[in-house]
């Protein structure tokens, strides 16, 4: 029988996050020797890849970085997933997520592609992923990227469980005027989670079709005709102040919009990027 203790198990299953039963079949083959039993469970972990493709892996973290660049600061936000809460609090998966992002940063990715190709101890991000994984033993999937490039540039990061790692992230960036309100901004996007900065932005179509559900269903309700228009537009107006970040109420001041806060500072919000894990 191979020689070690329950402490060499709870301890191997801390250093990889490998199950009880795995790590004891891997000491019993690697005659006790941990190092060896490390080694063990990544090429077991490797080969069980594929067979991990079809599993759902929506747990996981976010991380954010920002550098000095060229128009001012980059933002960086990576959503890291795995399939189990156990393994996103892990200390090797949140180590493998600061990795990815500093990789993601250096090779100046701007989306997933480009990510997960990017340059990492000698190999891709992809590669680096996948061999986590197989020492996890979880799909480990590097799901989305963001960049944000402005003269400012702030992130704030939120846990929606203390026991957890970080599960909602945003980048907001601004003009030097509006910087003194970014934060606050940030804050309200984890909350609100808007998903255009203006009007401008959200597509036609989108436009289009809010204004047809809204005329079907008020015509649904039987409103008279001769108020159709108005109220078609009254409630497209709702979808923006719903839905565009600068039209909804600010969450610190309910009496204001974020557009007035800002507007108020003469400076203006550039862009912004939100995750919040699995959704």
């Excluded at 191997?12 to 490998?18: D, K, M, V």
């Excluded at 997960?116 to 680096?128: E, F, I, N, Y």
């Amino acid at each position: 029988m191979a020689n070690y203790t329950v402490a060499d198990i709870q301890a191997l299953r801390e250093r990889t996050g490998a199950g009880m039963l795995d790590v004891k079949k891997a000491l019993d083959e690697a005659d006790g020797d941990v190092d060896k039993a490390v080694d063990i469970l990544r090429v077991k972990g490797l080969k069980g890849v594929t067979k991990r493709e079809g599993r759902s892996a929506s747990e996981g973290l976010v991380a954010s970085s920002i550098t000095n660049g060229g128009a001012g600061q980059i933002g960086t936000l990576i959503e890291l997933n795995s399939e189990t809460d156990f393994v996103a609090k892990n200390d090797k998966f949140v180590a493998l997520a600061q990795d990815v992002l500093a990789a993601v940063v250096a090779a100046d990715a701007a989306d997933l592609d480009s990510a997960l190709a990017a340059p990492l101890q000698g190999k891709t991000v992809k590669d680096v992923i996948d061999e986590n994984a197989g020492v996890l033993g979880e799909k480990i999937v590097l799901r989305r990227v963001a960049r944000v490039e402005a003269p400012v540039v702030v992130d704030y990061l939120h846990k929606t469980n203390r026991d957890l790692p970080a599960q909602v992230g945003v980048l907001v960036g601004t003009d030097a005027k509006a910087s003194e309100v970014a934060r606050d901004v940030a804050m309200h996007i984890a909350a609100y989670s808007p998903l255009y900065l203006s009007r401008d932005e959200v597509p036609a179509e989108t436009v289009d079709n809010e204004r047809r559900v809204a005329e079907e269903t008020a015509r649904n309700e039987g409103k008279p005709e001769a108020a159709l228009s108005k109220i078609v537009e009254g409630r497209l107006t709702g979808f923006f102040k719903e839905n565009v970040l600068g039209e909804q109420a600010f969450a610190k001041d309910a009496k204001t919009t974020v557009g007035k806060v800002v507007e108020a500072t003469g400076g203006e919000v550039l862009g912004f990027a939100r995750f919040r894990v699995g959704a």
